[in-house]
């Protein structure tokens, strides 16, 4: 094998092949390296055979050299072995592919048992946002004609609607979401903001009262003048209008949310020093400026949100229906599939006793969605290994969340 001086972690992710394994390595670290030597250890202590080992990166071409430098790692470990030439000769049958190819391959062969043709072609990026861009924009076209009040709303808050709606709409995907249970969600934290708005309420009236009475003892202080004339000293004017919103009794007039707001704004005005006024008042005051002004425009959030999944909906059956008559799927796809074939029972068995190994590559450019298909297949038959570097993501815009690669890391250490 070519020369390698690996470090202590690198050393026992590769000979520690009975265990779960993650590794954290910068670029140029030999990253690639420690997994083929693992891939290698396996197969040479006969605890599986290379097609019973599935390795899985995040670019065609880094699948590609990794097969290439295992096959020339495996004629070095083994072609003076003639015990070993077996075994050499079926180093190619190690599943090595990209995520999306992984997917494919499943649905290939399970097809049936989802109603899908194996037959279909994979729309690479730009094919398929280009598809998606034209069915939001015929979609928005439609909805324009009818004059929607919500859409004109989109649109004017928004200059860049099309993208962002794309956006969206694939972030749900690649989170494995339907657009019904991202709307549910969606609408659980929106209440928990309205909530979280009121409390906040509650907590700055509290805390302007007691700062209002600690105000001549901090008068001495010049880095706090400007907060005791410019906002204490108008808080007993202000007070009533806090507590009519609070208490929800009324409703709030526009004039007097103008002056709830104009109120808050008077907090630019001046410094609150922690040392007279204490932590929690300086947190209270200034989170309750954030936040309060929500509490006005909680229906317009409301409405705008139903509006986006109306539009979300229609967007997504104009999209499916053009993949469907083109008989082609996106990466989302794929993944979303292969998700659904392999939940299934009598699927899942048969391909747990054909995997005893899953090997991951680059892990901090999982996403969500890859995650649970992972998960789905670590089981106590299989043996999860995987590397990365958290600050070397490079598909963050494509969903990729780095903190999976933590969370996971921890997962092996749990289970050892």
Excluded at 103 to 114: G, T
Excluded at 248 to 254: A, D, F, L, V
């Amino acid at each position: 094998m070519s020369k390698f001086n690996p470090t202590d972690e690198q050393r026992q992710a590769m000979d520690s092949v009975n265990t779960h394994a993650a590794v954290t390595a910068g670029a140029g670290a030999g990253k690639t390296k420690v997994l083929i030597s693992r891939i290698l250890n396996i197969v040479l202590e006969n605890k599986a055979d290379f097609h019973e080992i599935v390795a899985i990166t995040f670019t065609e071409k880094a699948a590609t050299e990794m097969k290439v430098k295992l096959r020339r790692e495996a004629r070095e470990e083994m072609s003076n072995r003639l015990e070993l030439r077996d075994k050499l000769a079926e180093a190619s049958l190690c599943h090595i592919s990209t995520i999306h190819s992984f997917c494919s391959s499943i649905i290939r062969r399970f097809a049936l048992d989802l109603h899908q043709t194996p037959d279909y072609q994979v729309l690479v990026e730009d094919e398929s946002l280009l598809l998606l861009t034209r069915s939001i924009e015929e979609i928005l076209t439609e909805l324009e004609d009818e004059n929607l009040d919500y859409l004109i709303r989109f649109q004017a808050d928004n200059f860049n609607l099309v993208r962002d709606l794309a956006s969206t709409y694939n972030n749900i995907r690649e989170f494995g979401y339907s657009l019904d249970e991202a709307k549910e969600l969606t609408h659980r934290r929106f209440l928990d903001a309205v909530d979280c708005s009121y409390t906040a309420l509650e907590n700055y009236i509290d805390s302007m009262d007691k700062a209002f009475d600690l105000k001549e003892d901090a008068r001495g202080s010049s880095k706090t003048a400007k907060f005791i004339t410019v906002v204490l000293e108008k808080w007993p004017e202000n007070r009533d209008l806090f507590l009519k919103l609070r208490d929800k009794k009324e409703k709030i007039s526009p004039s007097d949310q103008l002056a709830i707001v104009e109120y808050l704004s008077l907090l630019d005005n001046g410094t609150i020093n922690e040392r007279l006024f204490g932590k929690k008042i300086i947190e209270d005051v200034s989170f309750g400026n954030d936040v309060i002004p929500f509490i006005f425009t909680k229906d317009d959030v409301s409405s705008l949100l139903r509006g986006l999944y109306e539009i979300l909906d229609l967007v997504d059956k104009r999209y499916q229906n053009l993949k469907k008559e083109r008989h082609v799927l996106d990466f989302i796809d794929l993944q979303l599939k292969a998700l659904e074939i392999i939940r299934q029972e009598d699927v899942k068995k048969e391909l747990l006793e054909e995997i005893k190994y899953i090997m991951v590559d680059e892990y901090q450019d999982t996403n969500y969605l890859q995650q649970r298909i992972i998960d789905e297949l670590w089981s106590d038959s299989v043996n999860l290994f995987i590397v990365g570097d958290p600050k070397q993501s490079i598909y963050r815009f494509r969903g990729a969340e780095v903190a999976l690669f933590e969370k996971t890391k921890k997962e092996i250490v749990a289970r050892g």
